[in-house]
T-cell receptor, first 112, second 116 residues
Framework: DQQVKQNSPSLSVQEGRISILNCDYTNSMFDYFLWYKKYPAEGPTFLISISSIKDKNEDGRFTVFLNKSAKHLSLHIVPSQPGDSAVYFCAASEGNAGKSTFGDGTTLTVKP | ETGVTQTPRHLVMGMTNKKSLKCEQHLGHNAMYWYKQSAKKPLELMFVYNFKEQTENNSVPSRFSPECPNSSHLFLHLHTLQPEDSALYLC???????????????FGSGTQLSVL
């Protein structure tokens, strides 16, 4: 059973608009959540994270929201830029973020 | 120079071959990991090393044999693989890993492995 799910394989948005990527999880013991971004032919790179004691974390154009009761988190990118086009992975961990459980990824395309 | 370097980038091997994947991190981290990404599947943790000691083996078949001679280097030795082992193998490192929750992973670019 997949514990971290990203139900949208792809998302396309116009430059300047908001991109919202979603992630659901089933393990209530997860206490730390991360988003990674991956360009073709490169490894994933860390983007932003959030601890379970918070419900929002912001870093520039990127904001992650956590709804623990719904076991749902989302990544907002505002404004979206063509360089944001990549695969975005949601990850969750229980006590050790190195041992993260990853979602399948969502491919974001930002059109100029 | 990238923080985590993996070689080779691409590898094609037969089922009877023996090959090794190499990973080197230049970040001074103490934990290193092997992850596997198969087509249309999420990244799966394979092995974890903390301070050169293996702390996690995520039920990986014995045809995959990791080696961590020091905190900067990690190998994955492969032998008698199956075609279903074809995947992207990613190495990662983190500052501490074992007991720290607020960690993040630094990934290499991966080795795309094809087993014929």
């Amino acid at each position: 059973d997949q514990q971290v799910k990203q139900n949208s394989p792809s998302l396309s948005v116009q430059e300047g608009r908001i991109s919202i990527l979603n992630c659901d999880y089933t393990n209530s013991m997860f206490d730390y959540f991360l988003w990674y971004k991956k360009y073709p032919a490169e490894g994933p790179t860390f983007l932003i994270s959030i601890s379970s004691i918070k419900d929002k974390n912001e870093d520039g154009r990127f904001t992650v929201f956590l709804n623990k009761s719904a076991k749902h988190l989302s990544l907002h990118i505002v404004p979206s830029q063509p360089g944001d086009s990549a695969v975005y992975f949601c990850a969750a961990s229980e006590g050790n973020a190195g041992k993260s459980t990853f979602g399948d990824g969502t491919t974001l395309t930002v059109k100029p | 120079e990238t923080g985590v370097t993996q070689t080779p980038r691409h590898l094609v091997m037969g089922m009877t071959n023996k090959k090794s994947l190499k990973c080197e991190q230049h970040l001074g981290h103490n934990a290193m990991y092997w992850y596997k990404q198969s087509a249309k599947k999420p990244l799966e943790l394979m092995f974890v090393y903390n301070f050169k000691e293996q702390t996690e083996n995520n039920s990986v078949p014995s045809r995959f044999s990791p080696e961590c001679p020091n905190s900067s280097h990690l190998f994955l030795h492969l032998h008698t693989l199956q075609p279903e082992d074809s995947a992207l193998y990613l190495c990662a490192s983190s500052q501490e890993g074992y007991t720290t929750s607020n960690e993040k992973l630094f990934f290499g670019s991966g080795t795309q492995l094809s087993v014929l």
